[in-house]
């Protein structure tokens, strides 16, 4: 019989509840990270395939090894904080930044997501150590998006307690889409031609030679024994004797004529098209002319193309886990690497141009301050070397620096009161009035 209508609508509130219990409790949509079917491929068996792993290592060891930094944001300003979160000092367990990080990209980039439980906090409420878990581990109910439920090996755990890191996210969902389950046939298309290239070369696309014997027919039981006898000379790498009845014709056909090398390339050009990779750098093919001619051009490339919108996500993330206005930003600089000419040459520039000071130089190139904070001011390069006088003397010298840079457009310019004027209000104290001198007539 069916339900009356009023029925219907007083248990319809409650139906989305228990559809989420159920679904929590006894079904788990493993499509979105777990143990699947025996033809979906793994996340372990991806890695196996080189054009996978190398896209991963790449992206996580570059994002792992850049600094982190912590900044404060006052209105449109921002201002470099000169310590150390705890929670960057001893991430988990292990305390190591550059495995937290690597972890955390790995499951990003393999599963789509990154789950982590918050373990500790500081007196304020904020983490202070998060331990990334296995996705396969993990369950999320997005019935209400706005509000998911995270399930950790079947225990429902408080929202506050995880942090949760997606990589692509369709509308409406909250949970990312996982690279290996979606491109499963790409990858697997890859598995098998390393599988073909293993096979051919252990046991042979085709048979490696024929061995014929002109004058009579040789018999199956003495076919395989000859055979036998010819593959363990081959395998020893010993001299072949054959009698003048037999003829021995070595096959060969090349991998380039069997598509091998040309279906690897190209499945590791697609794979490095999911990833946002060169394909150059993991074994495909770029499809076009473009080279640098440096290695910071290459690296600026990289972090353009490939790196950027891992470090945006990443920064967000971790500035939800910061206090009040402080922010997280990744160095990119310590990826641009450049040469000692190049380098000292920028060096120069920024102090001359003041934006600079002696001691962030040296910091830079990993030197120690200055005594006596000599080096802790903004100032031109030719009045910085002035710091180490004394003020009336670094005065004097800049007086007289101002002097020479005046004196040339004397009289086509301005005047030399005027320029007695801009001295005086720098400083110079001059008197008396300019009185040209006074040429004889011949």
Request: proline fraction near 8%.
């Given at each position: 019989?069916?339900?009356?209508?009023?029925?219907?609508?007083?248990?319809?509130?409650?139906?989305?509840?228990?559809?989420?219990?159920?679904?929590?409790?006894?079904?788990?949509?493993?499509?979105?990270?777990?143990?699947?079917?025996?033809?979906?491929?793994?996340?372990?068996?991806?890695?196996?395939?080189?054009?996978?792993?190398?896209?991963?290592?790449?992206?996580?060891?570059?994002?792992?090894?850049?600094?982190?930094?912590?900044?404060?944001?006052?209105?449109?300003?921002?201002?470099?904080?000169?310590?150390?979160?705890?929670?960057?000092?001893?991430?988990?367990?292990?305390?190591?930044?550059?495995?937290?990080?690597?972890?955390?990209?790995?499951?990003?980039?393999?599963?789509?997501?990154?789950?982590?439980?918050?373990?500790?906090?500081?007196?304020?409420?904020?983490?202070?150590?998060?331990?990334?878990?296995?996705?396969?581990?993990?369950?999320?109910?997005?019935?209400?998006?706005?509000?998911?439920?995270?399930?950790?090996?079947?225990?429902?755990?408080?929202?506050?307690?995880?942090?949760?890191?997606?990589?692509?996210?369709?509308?409406?969902?909250?949970?990312?889409?996982?690279?290996?389950?979606?491109?499963?046939?790409?990858?697997?298309?890859?598995?098998?031609?390393?599988?073909?290239?293993?096979?051919?070369?252990?046991?042979?696309?085709?048979?490696?030679?024929?061995?014929?014997?002109?004058?009579?027919?040789?018999?199956?039981?003495?076919?395989?024994?000859?055979?036998?006898?010819?593959?363990?000379?081959?395998?020893?790498?010993?001299?072949?004797?054959?009698?003048?009845?037999?003829?021995?014709?070595?096959?060969?056909?090349?991998?380039?004529?069997?598509?091998?090398?040309?279906?690897?390339?190209l499945n590791a050009s697609q794979i490095a098209a999911i990833y946002g990779v060169p394909p150059e750098k993991v074994g495909g093919e770029s499809g076009g002319s473009l080279t640098y001619s440096t290695v910071?051009?290459?690296?600026?490339?990289?972090?353009?193309?490939?790196?950027?919108?891992?470090?945006?996500?990443?920064?967000?993330?971790?500035?939800?886990?910061?206090?009040?206005?402080?922010?997280?930003?990744?160095?990119?600089?310590?990826?641009?690497?450049?040469?000692?000419?190049?380098?000292?040459?920028?060096?120069?520039?920024?102090?001359?141009?003041?934006?600079?000071?002696?001691?962030?130089?040296?910091?830079?190139?990993?030197?120690?301050?200055?005594?006596?904070?000599?080096?802790?001011?903004?100032?031109?390069?030719?009045?910085?070397?002035?710091?180490?006088?004394?003020?009336?003397?670094?005065?004097?010298?800049?007086?007289?620096?101002?002097?020479?840079?005046?004196?040339?457009?004397?009289?086509?310019?301005?005047?030399?009161?005027?320029?007695?004027?801009?001295?005086?209000?720098?400083?110079?104290?001059?008197?008396?009035?300019?009185?040209?001198?006074?040429?004889?007539?011949?």
């Open positions: 019989m069916p339900m009356p209508r009023w029925a219907r609508a007083i248990t319809s509130p409650f139906r989305r509840f228990g559809q989420a219990t159920l679904r929590a409790i006894t079904s788990l949509p493993w499509s979105h990270g777990g143990p699947g079917n025996s033809g979906e491929v793994s996340a372990s068996r991806a890695l196996s395939l080189i054009p996978v792993f190398a896209c991963v290592r790449l992206i996580a060891d570059n994002v792992a090894s850049l600094p982190l930094q912590l900044f404060e944001r006052s209105g449109q300003d921002r201002h470099p904080m000169n310590y150390t979160p705890e929670l960057f000092q001893h991430p988990d367990v292990q305390g190591d930044l550059f495995t937290w990080l690597h972890k955390c990209v790995l499951s990003m980039s393999l599963r789509g997501n990154a789950y982590g439980l918050v373990t500790q906090w500081d007196p304020m409420g904020f983490p202070t150590m998060v331990e990334w878990l296995n996705p396969d581990d993990v369950w999320v109910d997005e019935l209400d998006p706005v509000q998911p439920k995270y399930y950790w090996q079947g225990r429902f755990v408080p929202p506050d307690q995880i942090l949760h890191i997606p990589w692509v996210v369709l509308p409406g969902k909250v949970v990312g889409l996982s690279p290996v389950a979606l491109f499963a046939q790409t990858i697997g298309a890859g598995l098998m031609v390393t599988e073909y290239g293993r096979s051919w070369f252990t046991n042979g696309g085709t048979p490696p030679a024929v061995l014929k014997n002109s004058q009579k027919t040789v018999a199956p039981d003495e076919s395989e024994e000859i055979s036998n006898r010819l593959a363990s000379r081959m395998r020893s790498r010993k001299p072949l004797v054959i009698g003048s009845d037999w003829d021995f014709e070595a096959l060969k056909v090349s991998p380039e004529e069997s598509q091998f090398i040309e279906s690897m390339r910071e051009m290459n690296s600026l490339d990289l972090i353009n193309t490939t790196l950027r919108p891992w470090l945006v996500r990443l920064e967000g993330a971790l500035t939800n886990l910061m206090p009040g206005r402080n922010f997280v930003r990744f160095n990119v600089d310590a990826m641009l690497r450049t040469s000692i000419l190049d380098r000292y040459t920028a060096h120069g520039k920024a102090l001359e141009q003041g934006w600079r000071n002696l001691d962030e130089v040296r910091a830079i190139e990993d030197e120690s301050p200055l005594p006596d904070k000599q080096g802790q001011t903004y100032l031109p390069l030719s009045s910085a070397m002035s710091v180490s006088l004394g003020p009336d003397q670094a005065a004097a010298r800049n007086l007289v620096e101002m002097a020479q840079k005046l004196a040339p457009g004397v009289g086509k310019l301005f005047t030399a009161d005027e320029a007695r004027t801009i001295l005086n209000d720098a400083g110079a104290n001059l008197t008396g009035h300019f009185v040209p001198p006074v040429t004889e007539e011949p």
